[in-house]
Each structure stands twice: as structure tokens, then as C-alpha cells.
């Protein structure tokens, strides 16, 4: 049945090559037959194939209407194309016809898009930069996997006809890298924001401090970075962001369409923090740094005020450093706190949040304190978690607290695949491709209202990922099905269709670098 799918859909784009054969009548038919239009991931909401083509060739210009944000995708487009086709493509506001990006209000939401393509005209209009940014993913996606490459490729340079009109279905789609248990560069950090990008991720949560490391300069307590920093898991040499490269990757994400949301872990989680300042500790005295990868023995000293100023301190200087409106405290396995300690730190830890302006972020152990007004707990139980606790979770929800989804044995990127994956955890199991893909997050908790679930979100804990080719591997190819599970309608969930559309971006990513796990599951066409 689906063989019959796929041939039909095959026949489809050789019969709309020939309808537009007077375009492409010097290319080879297999290579000029373009990608259907629901051959994207994730999958657009609505698709409607048809009509001729629209070819881009050496007189392409890129029309931006007169704004400067359209401008800006505009030339980011423009980036994206000239390497592998070699042609100019002038960004300009004057003239018609060729690919045309239009901010027009009204047009599917905050971060969705439409897309037109005819033989004359590739247009995309959005209410939003966001969303013409997003239709920009679609449109690469559109062209062949060897427009990733950054020498010139021949083409032909065919987008199939036709109209996508397409919206997120939820408003979080994130991802989580921690660079605390290892430290990743400002430039492996702006890899993966590329990465998250061609997916329209729109979130990106940095773990920045750990029992591990702390890795983000704070000028009030210099030793945070300065010897927090120093190490990392397995004892190398840790590293920490000075404000000026966290403000890089913050506009660069931005630059993405993605919002920074920064994570300063706590009561517990905070080891290095206790190592850099003995008066951070209930005795006073510093501890050595740790570079294990236990979890649960450090707590913040709830009992002492200075505890209440360094939060303070640290909060302040990172929502000034934050455009975005959300700031995370952590709040996970403080099996070094008491109940009571712990709910009576976070009534005091969230109003600091929303005195510096932003709204509280927490892993869902939140729910077993007070959480704030308008407060989003962050899921990350499993199958085998206890029906108490999600009846916990579940409770805050229909309090009102926003659930991020992130099910540690369904989306936690650092999973292994199975017992053979080289890197990463196996706590909360294996976890292939389809298992990672095939569950929707509107029904995913008992007695949680749908409008309670913001979205969901991949984390990448480190412990055993020390570079971007690790990311790659453990982030390849489950990524893209977070995406799926973030962006697309429930309607269009389906495994067997989701399977090729995810097999026909393994040639992307060998284009682009990526180093991906083969996964059994997946129909990879033959290299
Ligand atoms: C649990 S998930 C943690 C992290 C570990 C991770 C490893 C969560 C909120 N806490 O501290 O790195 O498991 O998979």
C-alpha cells in the first residue's frame, strides 16, 4: 500500500516536470522531477499541489517588500542558495517575478506562512518574520539536498507548483543543550541553532550551570565562571561564556527565530556554584569540583539569605542579558533539599524571576512547590513514572500552569538508540526513531487539559557528548520528529509516511555535514 503511495506520488512529479517541460526540457528527467510539496519535514498543514514548476535560475532576484526584517530573510535566503547554485540572486525591493517574500498582516498566525509556486512566481507571504523565516525552511527543503552544499552544484533548481499554507500547531517547539557537564563552544552552539532552524525550532534552552560546571560569566560573582568553569565531566578543561559570547549566540538564535532560554539550575544542581563560594554553603566550606556524573547531592543552603542574594545577583544579570521572556530555574532532583525547604526556596526564588521581568521556567518537579502565575513546568517523566506524580503535574495544569513536553523516554535526545549506540544514556531506555516520533503530546498525560500543553521540547544532556559530531549523532535522526510532534497538525501524524519524508533527508544531511545514526527503521535511500 504505501509502495502503491509512493509510486503514485512519483508518477505525480514526472507529470508536472512534463506539464512544465518548456522550463526544464535540457535537464535529465530523474534529477529535474522536484520534491512533492508534502515532502517536508515537519509536515505542513495543509498542501495543495498543482500547476508548472517555478525554476530558479541565473536571473533569480530575490523581491523583499520595503521592511527591513523582510529584507533580512531575505538575505539569509540569498546566503543559503548562492553557494550551491552560483548565481547572484540580488535582494531588492523593486521589480516582480522570481522569488518573492512578503510580510502581510493577517496571514496564518505569529509564525505561519503560505507558499505559492508557479511557473512565474515563488512567493511567500507571512504575518511575521517568523513566519517567513519558516517558509523559507520549507522553500530549501523544497530543492534538491545538494543546494546544502557550499560549492556550486548543477541543478536544476526546481520548486514543484502549487500552494502550502502551513502553521505551527504549538508556540514552544524547543530543544536543550546542556554545556554544563560538557562545555560546547560558541561555535558548536551556533551549529546546532542551524541545525534546529531548518526544522523551525523556535526555542533554545541552555543548561548553564551544573554540579559539573557553571558557564556563564556573572560580574557579582566572578568565581562562578572563572573556577566553576575550570572542568567539566571527566576532568578536561570545562570553559564558560563571557556575557559579550552569550549575547552572540542570544542575537545569532535571534537571527534564527529562535528565543534563548537561559537555565540556571537550583536548589540542587549547583555544586560548582557551592565550590566557588564557601559562604554558599550551609558549613561554610567550599567543597572540591566535581567531575562525575552522579545526580541529587548538592543543594543551595536555603536557610541562609546570602543564598537569596546570589540568586538575586545571578537572575538579575542574565534577564538583562536575556531578550527573550523566559528565564528557567531548574528545579529538578533536589534530593539534597527537604520538601519543605524546597517549596519555601522556590516562593522565594520565583518572585526574583518576575521582579527582573520574566516568566518562570521549571522542570516539573515545580508543580510540588507553589508555581507562579503564569509558570511553565517542563515534563520530563517517563511510562513507568508514578500515577501520584502525573496527577501532580496534571493538577498544576488545570491551575493553569503551561506544560512543555519533554518524556525522557520518548524525546530525551541523549537516550541511546539501542544497546549498540556508542554515546549516551539508557536510564529511561532505548529509544529509536519510532519511538520518539509515534505519540502525540495532546494526549499524552491523563486529565491534562490540551490547552495546558505549550509544546514540547528535546533535551541533550552531556554527560557523555563532548563536541558537535556527537550532537549530530545523537540529535540525527530524532530531532526532526520533535519538530514533527512541535509543528504539524495531529491529522498528519503517521509513521509510515513520516518514515520517507524522514528518509529523504539523510542525503540533506550528508550535504550539510551531519553525521547521523542509520536507524533500521528509517527507508534511507542507497548512498
Ligand atoms: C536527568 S532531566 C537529569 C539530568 C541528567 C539527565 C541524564 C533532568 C531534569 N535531570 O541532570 O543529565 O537525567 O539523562
Redesign the pocket.
Known amino acids: 500500500m504505501r509502495q502503491h503511495h509512493r509510486t503514485l506520488r512519483l508518477l505525480g512529479s514526472l507529470l508536472l516536470v512534463a506539464a512544465g517541460a518548456g522550463v526544464t526540457a535540457a535537464a535529465p528527467a530523474r534529477a529535474a522531477a522536484p520534491t512533492p510539496l508534502d515532502r517536508v519535514v515537519p509536515a505542513p498543514a495543509a498542501v495543495h499541489p498543482g500547476g508548472s514548476p517555478y525554476r530558479i535560475t541565473r536571473g533569480t532576484h530575490i523581491r523583499v517588500d520595503g521592511s527591513r526584517e523582510a529584507r533580512r530573510v531575505g538575505e539569509y535566503l540569498a546566503d543559503l542558495l548562492r553557494p550551491s547554485t552560483g548565481y547572484r540572486l540580488p535582494v531588492t525591493a523593486h521589480g516582480d517575478g522570481g522569488i518573492r517574500l512578503r510580510l502581510t498582516k493577517g496571514v496564518s498566525g505569529p509564525e505561519g506562512y503560505r507558499l505559492d509556486s508557479s511557473h512565474r512566481h515563488l512567493t511567500i507571504s507571512a504575518g511575521s518574520p517568523a513566519g517567513l523565516f519558516h517558509g523559507v525552511q520549507t522553500l530549501r527543503q523544497l530543492l534538491p539536498p545538494a543546494v546544502e552544499k557550499d560549492s556550486v552544484q548543477p541543478g536544476p533548481w526546481l520548486v514543484a507548483g502549487g500552494t502550502i499554507e502551513d502553521a505551527p500547531r504549538y508556540g514552544w517547539r524547543g530543544a536543550m543543550l546542556?554545556v554544563a557537564?560538557h562545555f560546547l563552544t560558541v561555535e558548536e552552539v551556533k551549529r546546532y541553532v542551524d541545525r534546529l532552524a531548518l526544522y523551525k525550532f523556535n526555542k533554545l534552552h541552555l543548561h548553564l550551570s551544573?554540579d559539573q560546571g557553571w558557564r556563564i560569566a556573572v560580574d557579582s560573582w566572578p568565581r562562578l565562571a572563572a573556577y566553576g568553569g575550570s572542568t567539566e565531566v571527566g576532568g578536561g578543561p570545562g570553559g564558560s561564556y563571557t556575557k559579550a559570547q552569550y549575547r552572540e549566540i542570544v542575537r545569532y538564535a535571534a537571527s534564527r527565530h529562535l528565543e534563548v532560554v537561559p537555565e540556571i539550575d537550583m536548589p540542587g544542581?549547583t555544586h560548582a556554584a557551592l565550590a566557588s563560594y564557601a559562604e554558599l554553603n550551609c558549613d561554610g566550606v567550599a567543597p572540591p569540583l566535581y567531575t562525575g556524573t552522579e545526580?541529587g547531592f548538592s543543594s543551595l543552603c536555603v536557610d541562609k539569605e546570602v543564598t537569596y542574594d546570589f540568586v538575586d545577583d545571578v537572575v538579575r544579570e542574565i534577564a538583562a542579558l536575556t531578550p527573550g521572556r523566559h528565564l528557567h530555574i531548574g528545579g529538578?532532583?533536589a534530593h539534597s533539599t527537604s520538601h519543605a525547604d524546597y517549596v519555601r526556596f522556590m516562593d522565594r526564588v520565583q518572585p526574583i524571576v518576575a521582579k527582573y521581568g520574566k516568566t518562570v521556567v521549571g522542570?516539573h518537579q515545580l508543580t510540588g512547590a507553589a508555581p507562579a502565575e503564569g509558570a511553565l513546568a517542563q515534563y520530563?517523566g517517563l511510562d513507568g513514572t508514578s500515577a501520584e506524580e502525573k496527577a501532580q503535574v496534571a493538577r498544576a495544569a488545570r491551575g493553569g500552569t503551561g506544560l512543555i513536553l519533554s518524556p525522557?523516554d520518548r524525546i530525551?535526545l541523549?537516550?541511546k538508540y539501542t544497546e549498540d549506540t556508542p554515546l549516551g544514556?539508557s536510564?529511561?531506555g532505548y529509544v529509536e526513531v519510532r519511538r520518539s516520533y509515534d505519540w502525540d503530546p495532546g494526549a499524552y498525560l491523563p486529565d491534562v487539559p490540551a490547552s495546558a500543553v505549550r509544546g514540547v521540547e528535546a533535551?541533550l544532556?552531556t554527560?557523555t557528548v563532548e563536541n558537535s559530531a556527537h550532537v549530530d549523532y545523537l540529535a540525527f535522526p530524532r530531532l526532526p520528529g520533535v519538530a514533527e510532534l512541535g509543528w504539524s497538525p495531529a491529522a498528519t501524524h503517521d509513521w509510515e509516511d513520516y518514515r520517507v519524508r524522514l528518509a529523504a533527508q539523510g542525503p540533506r544531511w550528508d550535504a550539510l555535514g551531519i553525521g547521523y545514526y542509520r536507524s533500521p527503521q528509517v527507508p534511507w535511500p542507497a548512498a
Open positions: 546542556d557537564r551544573d544542581h545526580v529538578d532532583e522542570w520530563w525522557a530525551y541523549d537516550m544514556l536510564w529511561a533535551p544532556w554527560e
